[in-house]
């Protein structure tokens, strides 16, 4: 196994974040010195997946506070600054939650806040390996019996996108580490190919077996047979269980069901956001249309065209087979919502 990968890393006075816009063709990390910087870095997906982003959001804070002191900002500056931050992406509310805690330190003072920055990237790791134990733990109970297994993921859910580790992809290197994985169908994810270029580059990285294939070829692949369980990561899960994750998700949990095989989503509790009570009160990102309308910053679409391009779907919570957390797994279509399970 290659060294653990450091999506979002403090350096002392600065943020260094491995930029997964250039991957897989360059490793390059950015340092980030300001808001204005991460602000940028968070909606251009130089960091992306709602735990990483929640991870850099915590460490947004303490260089909001560095460049208040560098730049005399007054007490609101500060906080207008944080709230840029906790704003840059609308539909993961690890951004908001992370934020939100670390800001609570702020008039203990710098060392205080990056204590409390450094204990959300830790406890994310440790929810992450957790994680990976359930999750692994149940597919090989209702669904492998010790053989190894065909599984299907969508975008990016692996070190990259979290403080380390995976939420998803975490539970594959479980099962990976246990000898129980056949084969990884890896979604390109469409737009921007979380899944071709980050999914794929780790999957190398791990010399876990995969192939990527076309989002559109997912519910075939399923209907077909060649998958025994479909897992993906989450951005928002509502109250009763409705979750948004990238867009494409929704296609895949509804063949899944078709298909009769599980369908898990694997997310921290800090990715449940109880206060919302269903799916209909996420906040769906709505990204630039260039981002479906050209290719590689050339034009395909007829000049004429608009784009639609939402970041995220909704899968209903009757969809969803399993919540896989740091506690254990809700199996959410039978009835156990996390409303009342994590309340
Ligand atoms: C562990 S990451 C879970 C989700 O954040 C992930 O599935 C996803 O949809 C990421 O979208 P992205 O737009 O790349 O930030």
Redesign the pocket.
């Known amino acids: 196994m290659s060294q653990e990968l450091r999506a979002v890393e403090w350096t002392g006075d600065a943020l260094a974040l491995i930029d997964q816009t250039a991957l897989p063709h360059r490793t390059e990390t950015l340092r980030v010195r300001d808001v204005d910087g991460l602000v940028d870095a968070i909606q251009r997906?130089v960091v992306?997946?709602?735990?990483a982003?929640g991870a850099a959001g915590a460490y947004g804070v303490a260089l909001a506070l560095l460049q208040a002191e560098r730049e005399h900002w007054d007490g609101e500056r500060l906080r207008a600054g944080i709230a840029r931050i906790r704003a840059a992406r609308p539909t993961?509310v690890n951004l908001m939650v992370c934020v939100d805690r670390v800001a609570a330190r702020l008039d203990d003072g710098l060392d205080a806040v990056l204590a409390e920055a450094d204990a959300v990237q830790r406890e994310d790791v440790e929810a992450n390996r957790a994680m990976g134990v359930h999750g692994a733990d149940w597919l090989i109970e209702r669904v492998a019996e010790d053989r190894p297994l065909r599984l299907l993921t969508?975008?990016?859910?692996g070190a990259l996108?979290?403080a380390g580790w995976?939420?998803?992809l975490g539970v594959i290197r479980e099962l990976h580490a246990r000898g129980l994985v056949e084969l990884v169908h890896a979604d390109e994810t469409r737009p921007?190919l979380?899944g071709s270029r980050l999914t794929a580059w780790e999957l190398v990285q791990e010399g876990i077996p995969h192939r990527v294939q076309a989002d559109g070829a997912a519910a075939g692949t399923i209907l077909r047979g060649e998958v025994d369980a479909a897992i993906?990561?989450?951005?928002r899960i509502a109250a009763n269980g409705d979750t948004a994750?990238?867009v494409g998700t929704v296609g895949i949990a509804l063949a899944c069901a078709d298909a009769g095989i599980p369908f898990l989503v694997a997310?921290p509790t800090t990715t449940v956001d109880l206060a919302t009570p269903d799916g209909s009160a996420i906040h769906i990102e709505l990204r630039g249309e260039n981002e479906v309308l050209e290719w590689g910053g050339v034009r395909t679409a007829p000049a004429e065209s608009r784009g639609h391009n939402p970041?995220?779907d909704v899968t209903p919570g009757r969809l969803v087979t399993g919540l896989v957390t740091e506690r254990g797994v809700l199996e959410v279509s039978a009835g156990e919502l996390p409303g009342e399970r994590l309340a």
């Open positions: 997906l992306r997946g709602a735990p982003i993961a969508h975008c990016n859910t996108a979290t995976g939420t998803a921007l979380q993906v990561g989450a951005d994750n990238k997310a970041a995220f």
